[in-house]
């Protein structure tokens, strides 16, 4: 049982909301089963995003454009992409001074149900994931799959997805970010199985121990 929850967290849990990042375990069977927390889903026309201090979701910034996410799209808690990852995509794309982009790992999940918000916790496995890389910040998107989804359920590896899929998530994270007359920095050097997947979330969990190594202590003098 993750420290943080056992028994601070769990009393606290009880009173207050668990802060999804913090707060919220990835779940006994990781990496090949996740708990995730969903911050959008297709039909939202803004982007919110998970106000680090307080737990709570906040507009990021309302979509200029006809660009919406294909997938339900969140984070993995208790992940933190530092050094641990960025060193493997150092590894994996032979590029000097890249780094983590210091922030939670990003998910998105495949489903043919219609799930109309946010702001909830699902169980998925990952498939495979992008190395995306963004200036000189490596931001991986995992891809996964809704545990038991009647459709995608029965996928077991990115290379079970059709190629308008992949299509269709690599455009929305090319170009979610575009403005004009501003260049484009963000780039996806590969689509990878879940082997690298796993590796990934792996190294973000270790990030996250390493970054966060005090918070059981601080939660105690609450």
């Known amino acids: 049982m993750d420290k943080v929850m056992n028994p601070i967290g769990r009393l606290m ?54 660009n919406i996410i294909p997938a339900l799209y969140g984070f993995i808690p208790q992940t933190y992409c530092s050094e641990k990852v960025g060193e493997y995509c150092r590894e994996k794309t032979g590029r000097e001074g890249v780094h983590g982009d210091r922030d939670p790992l990003d998910v998105c999940i495949l489903t043919e149900k219609v799930i109309s918000h946010g702001d909830i916790l699902v169980d998925a496995r990952p498939i495979g994931g992008f190395r995306f890389i963004d200036g000189n910040e490596a931001d991986d998107k995992i891809v996964a799959v809704l545990d038991n989804d009647a459709v995608y359920g029965r ?12 299509d269709r ?39 996250y121990k390493t970054k966060f190594e005090n918070l059981y202590e601080i939660l105690s003098e609450v």
Not at 44 to 66: A, C, H, M, N, W
Not at 155 to 166: A, F, G, K, L, R
Request: hydrophobic share 30%; aromatic share 12%.
């Open 155 to 166: 996928y077991n590896d990115i290379s079970d997805c059709s190629s308008e899929v992949i």
């Open 13 to 66: 849990g009880l009173r207050y909301k668990s802060h999804p990042w913090h707060g919220v375990e990835i779940g006994k069977e990781a990496p090949q089963k996740l708990t995730c927390f969903v911050e959008m889903v297709p039909t939202d026309t803004v982007k919110f995003e998970l106000d680090k201090k307080t737990g709570y979701l906040k507009i990021d910034r309302p979509q200029k454009y006809s």
């Open 169 to 207: 998530l690599q455009h929305y994270f090319l170009t979610y970010k575009d403005l004009p007359g501003k260049p484009i920095q963000a780039e996806i050097t590969h689509t990878y199985g879940k082997e690298e997947a796993y590796e990934v979330i792996r190294r973000s969990v270790e990030d």
